[in-house]
């Protein structure tokens, strides 16, 4: 399977702290992007990084991708109730036109 | 408001019986995607388009069929060939690119068997 795995599989944290968890993938990739799901809901594109970027910022998120090691973070700051969703991450393949591969996710609750 | 709607939210099949999703964009996006959604996991792909009158099986295609006979509806049907339909159905698009395929999601269909 060229699916990626997550870890932790779940995670819980009070308002204030931070967040991260990690995804691995197992083939070479163009991109890697980080997808957040409220329960029941549709997914909605986080961030984007590509193959030969390192980290990247967007507001109280951070990403880094390793490329050596196959894997990426996903760091959320002074996390806040309404961060409380599913994250997960997909890896666009080298060798596939667009289809992404998505991990099993992570589950965060953030408690006040 | 543009969008990706997917109808209706909640559904349920009878044994034997066949239903279809409807997915509707009014993105002007050219691919678009359906995954199933089990608890607990990751999405897979069941079938996907990159182009009107064109699609392609995904990971998971057995079971299922799609059509794609106007650029903004990419309508799938469960039929009684898939045995385990329970699931949480996503439709997406996307505009194909270079490597960029950044996914717009509907709002989601639960199947279930009654």
């Known amino acids: 399977s060229q699916q990626g795995e997550e870890d932790p599989q779940a995670l819980s944290i009070q308002e204030g702290e931070n967040a991260t968890m990690n995804c691995s993938y197992k083939t070479s990739i163009n991109n890697l992007q980080w997808y957040r799901q409220n329960s029941g809901r549709g997914l909605v594109h986080l961030i984007l990084i590509r193959s030969n970027e390192r980290e990247k910022h967007s507001g109280r998120l951070r990403v880094t991708l390793d490329t050596s090691k196959k894997s990426s973070s996903l760091l959320i700051t002074a996390s806040r109730a309404a961060d409380t969703a599913s994250y997960f991450c997909?890896?666009?393949?080298?060798?596939?036109?667009?289809?992404?591969?998505f991990g099993a996710g992570t589950q965060v609750v953030v408690t006040p | 408001d543009g969008g990706i709607t997917q109808s209706p939210k909640y559904l349920f099949r009878k044994e034997g019986q066949n239903v279809t999703l409807s997915c509707e964009q009014n993105l002007n996006h050219d691919a678009m995607y359906w995954y199933r959604q089990d608890p607990g996991q990751g999405l897979r792909l069941i079938y996907y388009?990159?182009?009107?009158?064109?699609?392609q099986k995904g990971d998971i295609a057995e079971g299922y069929s799609v059509s794609r006979e106007k650029k903004e509806s990419f309508p799938l049907t469960v039929t009684s060939a898939q045995k385990n339909p329970t699931a949480f159905y996503l439709c997406?698009?996307?505009?194909?690119?270079?490597?960029?395929?950044?996914?717009?999601f509907g709002s989601g269909t639960q199947l279930s068997v009654l």
């Open positions: 997909a890896h666009v393949t080298t060798d596939s036109w667009g289809k992404l591969q």
């Open positions: 997406a698009s996307s505009f194909p690119g270079q490597g960029t395929e950044k996914l717009f």
């Open positions: 388009s990159q182009i009107v009158n064109d699609f």
